[in-house]
């Protein structure tokens, strides 16, 4: 009789503990699930965020375009191209002028320098000019103010009495080219 009631017990017992392994088994697996969802979901939105960052950093470049696209051209004029520097020539003739100087200007050398550092080039020039005390700050303050790209290299007064008369003035810099 103990054996029978035994298996009569013994077998809902094997059913409930099967039913509760299945059950074990299918949690844990859906926990898993679950947490991997998560995982999916943090990423999603981490990217999202990203993404929302990078439409409105977007946005902003656009706007700062179209605030500074009218200066593109200036920019780009900066720096004439090597083989077109006839308008900086006559630049430098117009300033002279404007300033009542007369004015010889040469470039030292047709050879281009390499500037590697700022994938450009260079090319000395010389302007020779004579004029008074006035005239010379007046040409000066023109050069700074010029749209190209120049550096002064060195800057030589010579005056026969007195620096209120005529004087000779002579210019050595580097002209920067495309």
């Known amino acids: 009789m103990q054996d029978n009631t035994f298996k009569i017990i013994s077998k809902p017992v094997i059913r409930a503990m099967v039913f509760l392994m299945i059950a074990l088994i299918l949690c844990i697996y859906l926990a898993s699930m679950i947490s991997k969802t998560s995982v999916d979901i943090l990423e999603k939105q981490k990217t999202l965020v990203l993404y929302q960052n990078s439409q409105e950093q977007a946005a902003v470049l656009r706007e700062g375009f179209q605030q500074v696209?009218?200066?593109?051209?200036?920019?780009?004029?900066i720096f004439p191209a090597a083989e077109d520097v006839l308008p900086f020539i006559n630049a430098m003739q117009d300033l002279a002028s404007k300033n009542g100087m007369q004015h010889v200007f040469k470039f030292e050398t047709a050879a281009l320098q390499p500037v590697e550092e700022l994938?450009?080039?260079?090319?000395?020039?010389?302007?020779?000019?004579?004029?008074?005390?006035?005239?010379?700050?007046?040409?000066?303050?023109?050069?700074?103010?010029?749209?190209?790209?120049?550096?002064?290299?060195?800057?030589?007064?010579?005056?026969?009495?007195s620096l209120e008369g005529v004087s000779q003035m002579n210019i050595r810099g580097l002209l920067y080219v495309r």
């Open 69 to 77: 696209a009218s200066y593109v051209d200036v920019v780009n004029n």
């Open 119 to 161: 994938n450009l080039n260079k090319i000395p020039f010389n302007v020779s000019l004579s004029g008074t005390q006035s005239q010379f700050l007046g040409y000066l303050s023109g050069l700074e103010k010029m749209p190209y790209f120049t550096q002064v290299d060195s800057l030589n007064i010579t005056s026969p009495q």
